[in-house]
């Protein structure tokens, strides 16, 4: 199953990359790099998903991009969370 979450990303002082996911508390990743810190967000909203559906929750409603407002510097992109689910997992 696929899930597209928006992301904030900012750059900080030092040149790296932060991510955070206004819908998906405490998930965050970073990277030295752009490439880098958008590879470990799909990681860390993959694994934030995989633990809520595991724990019985629901999912967030995702957050219209119209609707995030962006501090200075910070760019918003779309992250695919590709969820496999193994056999006899009941959606």
């Given at each position: 199953m696929k899930f597209i979450y928006p992301a904030v990303i900012r750059k900080d002082e030092s040149g790296s990359y932060q991510?955070?996911?206004?819908?998906?508390e405490d998930c965050r990743a970073d990277g030295e790099t752009l490439d880098e810190a958008l590879d470990r967000a799909r990681?860390?909203?993959e694994s934030w998903i995989q633990v809520e559906l595991e724990d019985g929750n629901e999912l967030p409603t995702i957050t219209s991009k119209?609707?995030?407002v962006l501090g200075?510097?910070?760019i918003l992109r779309d992250i695919l969370a590709?969820?496999?689910f193994y056999?006899?997992?009941d959606e």
């Amino acid at each position: 199953m696929k899930f597209i979450y928006p992301a904030v990303i900012r750059k900080d002082e030092s040149g790296s990359y932060q991510v955070s996911f206004p819908d998906l508390e405490d998930c965050r990743a970073d990277g030295e790099t752009l490439d880098e810190a958008l590879d470990r967000a799909r990681d860390a909203v993959e694994s934030w998903i995989q633990v809520e559906l595991e724990d019985g929750n629901e999912l967030p409603t995702i957050t219209s991009k119209e609707d995030i407002v962006l501090g200075e510097g910070e760019i918003l992109r779309d992250i695919l969370a590709n969820i496999r689910f193994y056999e006899g997992w009941d959606e």
